[in-house]
């Protein structure tokens, strides 16, 4: 099993650009979250979807930050306009089920940087 | 709404030594609770897992934890450390959200 897939590992960008953030959850995975980390904040769910419908989004700073899940197998997480403080790692995690027993499986994340 | 506290920012330990991270939570429920690692520049890995039953959980890589309720807490223990166990500690609780709230992380460094 190849894991959660995260892709770009890494993301420079200047403030005011579009980033775009993919995911590609464990084949068979119904559930798909999008965490954020950083210094200040530590990790936080930004966003949560089952069977690829949005369940959860409170944690979404602001709509500059936009996430879809047209599929079962890919997600994307939008930022647009970046701003300097979106600066941090993103991850993106899956779970089999959707009860609070199913793990949680993360994946290497995406560090990303505005200049 | 739930919290984790991890009180230790940085931990050394001397390889072979025996290892405990503190966790401490709030939550209203019986929590669920969760002990994860991350290692540099890698994304989180499960440890080990409490819903229910047995207080003491047994995990990967040899960690165990213990819950104690009456504490509020989530201790993690390994009998012997080893190098390779150099890296950041996160606990976290589901408090029905599916969502995980974490800690705020343990840094932990083995001295040779």
Known sequence: DAGVIQSPRHEVTEMGQEVTLRCKPISGHNSLFWYRQTMMRGLELLIYFNNNVPIDDSGMPEDRFSAKMPNASFSTLKIQPSEPRDSAVYFCASSLGDRATDTQYFGPGTRLTVL | ?112
């Open chain 2, 1 to 112: 709404a739930q919290s984790v506290t991890q009180p230790d920012i940085h931990i050394t330990v001397s390889e072979g030594a025996s290892l405990e991270l503190r966790c401490n939570y709030s939550y209203g429920a019986t929590p669920y609770l969760f002990w994860y690692v991350q290692s540099p520049g890698q994304g989180l890995q499960l440890l080990l897992k409490y819903f229910s039953g047995d207080t003491l959980v047994q995990g990967i890589k040899g960690f165990e934890a213990e819950f104690k309720r009456s504490q509020s807490s989530f201790n993690l223990r390994k009998p012997s450390v080893h190098w390779s166990d150099a890296a950041e500690y996160f606990c976290a609780v589901e408090g029905g959200r599916r969502a995980l709230t974490f800690g705020s992380g343990t840094r932990l460094q083995v001295q040779p």
